[in-house]
């Protein structure tokens, strides 16, 4: 995301040297703390009595739901919801295979939507029942806006919208749709490489028997096997009440970032579009930080590492690991970082936006 020029941050704090396993849930909250304790305890004092509204905007891949979750894992399920336009959409489409479902849908449409389409011809559209005709946005809000209904008030996360160029000043007044209208909104950007996006995609494996997803070289299991017919390392899958099946790679994922390209050029193109609206806050979060800037900006053991495999003499599979180092989509050698480097950016930018609330 050459063209949106989002600013570095330094992670460091003076005089600790202490590591973290920031796959543990347990040391990423001492880990969060560490860095970030007084912008969380701001936060949190915040949440208390009001909420926000964060429109998450990245590209497909870029680590949405994973910092959704992340800040959800720190504040609570009963302060922070992750609305998912993407999941919404599909179950809403499987619960209109349903009679029952379907009423029900309708019943609501009735009274909330309003657009330049009729219920049933929008519906056509939604199910490709009329391929001719373009879904409105003013659907897709009415399905938004019933699911946030479905719970308490939240600190909202919306992820997925907008997803078209025409629906960009639609974001604009979405609080004012869900009736969130004295609540702080803001939008929140991820810049990721898109050679990190392929990466781990080509990289990825499932087991065929439990569908854990795992990757070669940025997620494997305790287990790594080598294949002397194709002279390749594989992982064996894990996790409990499976049997240790061979993981494999999904048919086309050697394809990469091939066909998303242009869901990510698009996605790209909204991104540019929405940062240069006025009048509302916004966050800029990196997934790749410049490999002449990474050590003075963050600590090693927040880098992303790439694991390798060699065998001893025995024939014994040795597990080791180096930065993994990539190319910007400026071609710049770049680190990815591990994902609690990226939400304790968030932590800091949020934590400016909130107005100060009294404990």
């Known amino acids: 995301m050459s063209d949106l020029n989002f600013p570095l941050f330094s992670n460091k704090v003076a005089g600790v040297n202490d590591t973290y396993n920031l796959s543990d849930v347990g040391q990423r909250q001492i880990y969060f703390k560490l860095k970030r304790g007084q912008e969380i305890s701001k936060i949190k004092t915040f949440l208390e009595n009001?909420?926000?509204?964060?429109?998450?905007?990245?590209?497909?891949?870029?680590?949405?739901?994973t910092y959704s979750?992340?800040?959800?894992?720190?504040?609570?399920?009963d302060k922070i919801a992750q609305i998912s336009v993407g999941d919404i959409t599909r179950n809403v489409f499987e619960e209109i295979k349903s009679e029952s479902g379907l009423k029900s849908l309708k019943e609501y449409l009735e009274k909330n939507y309003r657009g330049y389409m009729s219920i049933d011809d929008a519906l056509d559209a939604f199910?490709?029942?009329?391929?001719?005709?373009?879904?409105p946005t003013e659907f897709i809000l009415s399905l938004v806006t019933r699911e946030i209904e479905k719970m308490p008030k939240k600190a909202l996360i919306i992820d997925g919208f907008p997803r078209n160029i025409d629906q960009v000043s639609y974001s604009?007044?979405?609080?004012?749709?869900?009736?969130?209208?004295?609540d702080p909104d803001f939008m929140i950007f991820i810049?990721?490489?898109?050679?990190?996006?392929?990466?781990?995609?080509?990289?990825?494996?499932?087991?065929?028997?439990?569908?854990?997803?795992?990757?070669?070289?940025l997620l494997?299991?305790?287990?790594?096997?080598?294949?002397?017919?194709?002279?390749?390392?594989?992982?064996i899958c894990d996790k409990a009440n499976c049997d240790g099946g061979r993981m494999v790679r999904k048919e086309g994922d050697d394809q990469g970032i091939g066909p998303i390209k242009d869901r990510l050029d698009l996605d790209g193109k909204l991104m540019e579009m929405a940062k240069e609206i006025h009048g509302i806050s916004k966050i800029f979060l990196r997934n790749a930080i410049p490999l002449d800037k990474v050590k003075e900006l963050y600590d090693d053991y927040e880098?992303?590492?790439?694991?390798?495999?060699?065998?001893?003499?025995?024939?014994?599979?040795?597990?080791?690991?180096?930065?993994?180092v990539i190319k910007d989509d400026n071609g710049i050698d770049s680190i990815s970082l591990m994902a609690p480097a990226v939400v304790s950016m968030l932590l800091k930018q949020l934590a400016e936006i909130l107005p100060e609330q009294k404990a």
Not at 194 to 214: F, L, N
């Open 50 to 65: 009001r909420t926000f509204i964060a429109i998450m905007l990245g590209k497909k891949g870029s680590g949405k739901g």
């Open 172 to 182: 604009l007044y979405l609080r004012q749709i869900i009736n969130f209208r004295d």
């Open 191 to 217: 810049d990721i490489p898109e050679s990190v996006i392929d990466a781990r995609i080509k990289g990825r494996v499932i087991c065929s028997k439990c569908q854990t997803s795992r990757h070669l070289s």
């Open 220 to 235: 494997p299991t305790s287990q790594v096997a080598f294949d002397k017919e194709t002279q390749e390392y594989y992982l």
């Open 127 to 135: 199910t490709n029942k009329s391929q001719g005709k373009l879904l």
């Open 303 to 324: 880098i992303t590492p790439e694991f390798y495999y060699e065998q001893d003499k025995e024939g014994k599979i040795l597990s080791k690991t180096k930065a993994w």
């Open 69 to 77: 979750g992340m800040l959800k894992e720190i504040f609570g399920d």
